[in-house]
């Protein structure tokens, strides 16, 4: 069974930039879609990007478009999420997970890596 754990979370200020690292072990994640999801205090969890096990297909929420990017390295069965111009709306707990595409999360939630962006 693959299990995802998120790492590369941290306090930055606004305009600033942080790459998330979603790394798999267990099995080989290159089969499979993944995405990033995130939850603010008080607010669900949302769609932040998405992309296919080859890293042909991504996809992304419009809040976040043209300033993060998702990739994936399947030699090194890990996913990234790349954030620029981060904004403190940003703030959230992120989540990797395996995506059943476009969107749908299956299987468990990791513990998540905390972003604190500071205006």
């Known amino acids: 069974q693959v299990q995802l754990v998120e790492s590369g979370g941290g306090l930055v200020q606004a305009g600033d930039s942080l790459s998330l690292s979603c790394a798999a072990s267990g099995r080989t994640v290159s089969s499979y879609a993944v995405g990033w999801f995130r939850q603010a205090p008080g607010k669900e969890r949302e769609f932040v990007a998405s992309?296919?096990?080859?890293?042909?297909?991504?996809s992304y929420a419009d809040s976040v478009k043209g300033r993060f990017t998702i990739s994936r390295d399947n030699a090194k069965n890990t996913v990234y999420l790349q954030m620029n111009s981060l904004k403190p709306e940003d703030t959230a707990v992120y989540y990797c997970?395996?995506?059943?595409?476009?969107?749908?999360?299956?299987?468990?939630w990791g513990q998540g890596t905390q972003v604190t962006v500071s205006s």
């Open positions: 992309i296919g096990w080859s890293g042909g297909s991504t």
């Open positions: 997970i395996k995506i059943i595409p476009p969107s749908t999360p299956f299987g468990s």
